[in-house]
């Protein structure tokens, strides 16, 4: 980004370590946020206010889902999931979250109270992957089996109970891929925002016309894939970056691909100059097309020029003791995901490049007034958010009193019954042991 009051930021996620954000630009960290164990795909931002993440408990394995603002390192709310879900997506004004769920169901929390609005059965696998499409007026999704559903993003918001969600689908294609997909793409001004791409395990990217439903090209690669990022600073030549399982990256230009018959193959070029080693996990373009990076399971963050296609800079965050004069640096916690975060006001971007030690992204040596007072503000609605958690305990505690003294009712109830059952048995023995005994005087 060249603008002043905007910029780029690049966050990656990780199983066993914090929420790290970079500045896309010069690659310093510029932050940690705290307290959150995220599986892939499990991190989105939601408006350019909050970060959303899965965290999974260490000690339990409860899932919730994290939510943080950009001013404060620690959580500021917890959403209790109501099963084990993943991958999140966010609507761009940030008021809906979108969370994958194991048993297939896309369940919708509103922001930032953490209700849910709506839980969606749309595949019948886990869902290993969630995207929006540019506008936020589709919801896709990638499971485990392959499948892959376009839903609009008003069908799972405003659907009652009572609608069945097989008729709300836009497209459900059962057979998308014959592994689980990993990444789904819409891009930026692709093909007019219909196009979609997806990634799997399969070895293949795949083209879909977006509003048909309809496969446009499937490009192999010799390893799986498990992430992709689309360039698009010349709308001439759209290219395709693909991480590979390989450690390495590939590129293919989307133009061929969709240009090409099926007979002809597409040119699938691997970056041979530097390889993580391990799988990589994540790409993202930034810097208006010119930089790519990519993110490898063992925590390796690494800038790539895209026209020379070499790596400018790894990078890693700052606390790590390998650091090697601030430039080469590798990192030390698995990466679960990395996403890249733009129009972020001046204002987050703290001393410009200086790290900001996981204060958020403020920085070290840069308070403002406003900042003071949004995060006077940030802790007053982390309060409401806490009270409004006691509130919501005591009404399920109330709840379950009511239930219980309607149980005790009710076996009361029963209780009477069979008294009076009882009651009634006694007094109709009674009557007949008068009979006979009266009968059996009459015989003497």
Known sequence: ???????????????????????????????????????????????????????????????????????????????????????????ADGVFIFAGGQSGSIHCFSVPLGDVVKSFPVHTKPISCLQLNNDGSLVISGSDDGSITVIPTFQIVESSDSDSSKDLILH???????????????????????????????????FWN???????????????????????SDSSQYLLFAAGSDGSVYKASIMEAVRKTQNEEVVV???????HGVSTEAVVVVNEGKNLVSASED??????????????MVIKDNDDSSNNGGLIMEGSSSISDMIVVSGIADEHRGDRGKSGGGSGCGGRGFVSSGM?????????????????????????????????????????????????????????????????????????
């Open 299 to 312: 925590g390796s963050v690494w800038m790539w020029e895209i026209e020379r296609e070499e790596v400018v």
């Open 172 to 206: 459900h294609l059962k057979k998308a891929h014959s592994d689980s997909v990993t990444a789904l793409s819409t891009g930026i001004g692709l093909c007019n925002n219909s196009m979609l791409v997806s990634s799997s395990l399969d070895s293949t990217c795949k």
């Open 210 to 232: 977006l509003l048909e439903g309809t496969l446009l090209r499937t490009v192999t690669f010799p390893c799986s894939i498990n992430g992709v990022a689309i360039s698009s």
């Open 269 to 275: 070029k691997k970056w041979n100059k530097k390889n």
């Open 1 to 91: 980004m060249s603008s002043s009051s905007s910029y780029e930021l690049v966050l990656t996620s990780s199983t066993d370590g914090p929420i790290v954000a970079y500045n896309a630009s010069t690659g310093a960290p510029l932050t940690r946020f705290l307290g959150t164990r995220s599986p892939r795909r499990g991190l989105t931002a939601a408006g350019n206010h909050f970060i959303a993440a899965t965290h999974v408990s260490p000690d339990t394995a409860a899932v919730s889902i994290h939510l943080y603002n950009w001013h404060i390192s620690s959580v500021l709310h917890r959403f209790p999931a109501p099963e084990f879900v993943a991958p999140l997506a966010a609507t």
């Open 372 to 444: 003071l007072l949004k995060e006077e503000v940030m802790r007053s609605m982390k309060k409401i958010m806490e009270v409004g958690d006691v509130l919501r305990v005591v009404e399920e505690d109330e709840r379950r009193a009511i239930n219980m003294l309607e149980s005790a009712i009710a076996m009361y109830e029963r209780l009477l019954e069979l008294i009076l059952e009882e009651a009634l048995k006694g007094t109709c023995d009674d009557d007949e042991s008068d009979e006979e005994q009266e009968k059996e005087d009459e015989d003497k």
